[in-house]
């Protein structure tokens, strides 16, 4: 399957944002899929996983009840809703799909990366 993310951006504090992971080759309903940021010089870190077909999430501590991942099967598309936008937040985005039922933040579980998409928050 081939990951396509798109929606980064330059925001201000406060404001919000959503990106999208497009796949194509396979329906995106029999993986699980995450989102991952990254800033230069860190380590990659886990953001929010849907599990197959969506049935739970999970979300790193600091953007719970700030983003949102949800699934578009019909769109075969992904999206993180990002609410509340805080300088903290800039890193690339990746997303990523697992053949694991439940890969969770575990980012060697997942198969398939899209090329990252940057988000930059300005306070």
């Known amino acids: 399957v081939q990951l396509q993310a798109s929606g980064g951006g330059s925001v201000q504090a406060g404001e919000s944002l959503r990106l999208s992971c497009a796949a194509s080759?396979?329906?995106?309903?029999?993986?699980?899929m995450g989102w991952f940021r990254q800033v230069p010089g860190k380590e990659r870190e886990f953001v929010a996983a849907?599990?197959?077909?969506?049935?739970?999430?999970d979300y790193v501590d600091s953007v719970k009840g700030r983003f949102t991942i949800a699934r578009d099967n019909a769109q075969n598309t992904v999206y993180l809703q990002m609410n509340s936008l805080e300088p903290e937040d800039t890193a690339v985005y990746y997303c990523?799909?697992?053949?694991?039922?439940?890969?969770?933040?575990?980012?060697?579980?997942?198969?398939?990366w899209g090329q990252g998409t940057l988000v930059t928050v300005s306070s």
């Open positions: 990523a799909a697992s053949r694991v039922a439940v890969p969770g933040r575990r980012w060697n579980l997942y198969d398939y």
């Open positions: 080759g396979r329906t995106l309903s029999t993986y699980a």
């Open positions: 849907s599990s197959w077909y969506g049935g739970s999430t």
